[in-house]
């Protein structure tokens, strides 16, 4: 039996004390990995059945736990006598580290069917109730002995790619623009007759370049379909990677047939996918599905997501760090223009890794703390920006024309309360 897991895991080991659970424990997590109650029961106690002891010694694996995914090691404990509150303590420890929380449950058979099935479901019940997202029962020796764990890189991960990259800000269907850019990057774009051949286009990079965006593709501008054929087709051969804005996921959720406001230029992007061939559209969306929404790229060097990333959450997987990454963090007041105003995570980062992002436009990119905005409002009438990593050059080409009139004005500051807009020329607002 295989049980495929993120490297990065938060492991609960669950049934009685036996051979078969040493044995397995020994097999498939080291001494640093495991983290077991009675072990700490005798560090802080010379009686382990003393009042209390069990509930210090947890205290202390909470404290554990807590330290090893916070530095991104795979983590297991033996959480056989544990309460159901005290697993649920331990599931939200994991999920506020981003990490997925994983029960293996060793029930063996040892009564009749009816019995042991009513164990199993019982068990998988509370560990569900609990909070767990990946649930594993093996039911007798011979499974406990035939599991394989394989750890598994998150599809996030890309550390293997060194570049040297070629970083691309919001497109919004601007495709004109996009052309111009690539073939400024020196890459030589080819079209096809047949729309059926690699969606359209083929993409010839410059030597060793790869070329990556930081998503929203689409809505706005007058050629999103072409935007996605092109972007879909790099993809596809590997010559660009790509993760999910805010738009492109809107636009997954209408495909999946969920009830969307169809605003902030949506219905643009849906009146030219209505042109192309379902196949098309279908492969679209299968496309936006598999999306990351963010990447860890040059051995933990670059991390590429849409409205950037704190660096806690790099490499990490959870629905806190999706939004995070397509939405940025608010600080639930709005600015005269009615747009959330953001907080400006870029002047606390300190992390090593450098970080590239867009959602927010700026009149031009500039680098803080080792991060920089590269959605420099081409559909609004900007540039299209690129940044070259690791020459950190940014290479932009002009907007050729207004295709969308902004909310704010991008000459406007961002991030600021509403307070600090009063003394603008109203002709800005």
């Not at 909470?62 to 330290?67: D, E, P």
């Not at 919001?170 to 601007?174: I, M, P, R």
């Not at 936006?288 to 860890?296: C, E």
């Not at 490499?315 to 939004?323: C, Q």
């Given at each position: 039996m295989k049980i495929n897991i993120p490297k990065l895991s938060f492991i609960a080991l669950i049934g009685v004390a036996n051979e078969e659970k040493s044995t397995f424990i020994q097999k498939h997590f080291s001494s640093n990995e495991m983290i077991s109650l009675d072990y700490y029961k005798g560090v802080i106690s010379n009686d382990k059945n003393a009042p209390d002891t069990a509930k210090d010694a947890f205290d202390i694996a909470?404290?554990?736990?807590?330290?090893?995914l916070?530095?991104?090691?795979l983590t297991a404990i033996d959480a056989t006598n544990l309460q159901s509150s005290d697993r649920k303590d331990l599931v939200h420890l994991a999920k506020k580290h981003h990490v997925l929380p994983v029960a293996i449950v060793m029930n063996q058979k040892k009564d009749n069917s009816r019995s042991h099935k009513n164990r199993t479901d019982q068990h998988f019940l509370e560990l569900k109730k609990a909070g767990f997202k990946q649930i594993f029962i093996l039911n007798s020796r011979e499974e406990i002995e035939a599991v394989n764990i394989i750890r598994e890189k998150s599809p996030n991960d890309k550390s293997e790619f060194i570049g040297p990259f070629d970083i691309i800000g919001?497109?919004?269907?601007?495709f004109s623009e996009l052309s111009t850019l690539l073939t400024k990057l020196g890459y030589t774009i080819i079209k096809h007759q047949n729309k059926m051949n690699n969606y359209g286009y083929s993409v010839l990079p410059p030597r060793n370049r790869k070329a990556i965006f930081v998503g929203d593709l689409v809505d706005r501008g007058p050629a999103s379909n072409e935007v996605l054929r092109l972007a879909m087709s790099m993809v596809k051969n590997e010559t660009g990677l790509c993760v999910i804005g805010n738009h492109d996921e809107k636009l997954l959720k209408k495909l999946n047939g969920r009830d969307v406001q169809i605003r902030y230029g949506l219905a643009e992007t849906l009146e030219q996918l209505a042109k192309e061939p379902s196949q098309f559209v279908e492969e679209v969306r299968e496309f936006?599905?598999?999306?990351?929404?963010?990447?860890?790229l040059d051995n933990g060097q670059l991390v590429i997501a849409?409205?950037?990333?704190?660096?806690?959450?790099?490499?990490?997987?959870?629905?806190?760090?999706?939004?995070y990454c397509m939405y940025g963090e608010t600080t639930g007041k709005k600015d005269d223009f009615g747009l959330p105003i953001r907080k400006n995570w870029a002047k606390e980062y300190n992390g090593e890794a450098m970080v590239i992002y867009g959602h927010t436009p700026v009149p031009k990119p500039e680098f803080i703390n080792n991060t920089a905005n590269i959605d420099t409002g081409c559909v609004f009438g900007g540039n299209l920006t690129a940044l070259r990593y690791p020459e950190k050059e940014f290479i932009s080409v002009k907007a050729e024309k207004v295709w969308s009139e902004p909310t704010r004005p991008l000459n406007l500051p961002q991030n600021v309360e509403s307070k600090d807009l009063i003394d603008q020329p109203k002709k800005n607002i």
């Open positions: 909470k404290y554990s736990i807590q330290k090893r916070q530095r991104g090691y919001d497109v919004h269907g601007c936006l599905h598999n999306l990351v929404d963010h990447y860890i849409h409205a950037g990333l704190k660096e806690e959450m790099h490499g990490r997987i959870s629905n806190a760090v999706r939004n």
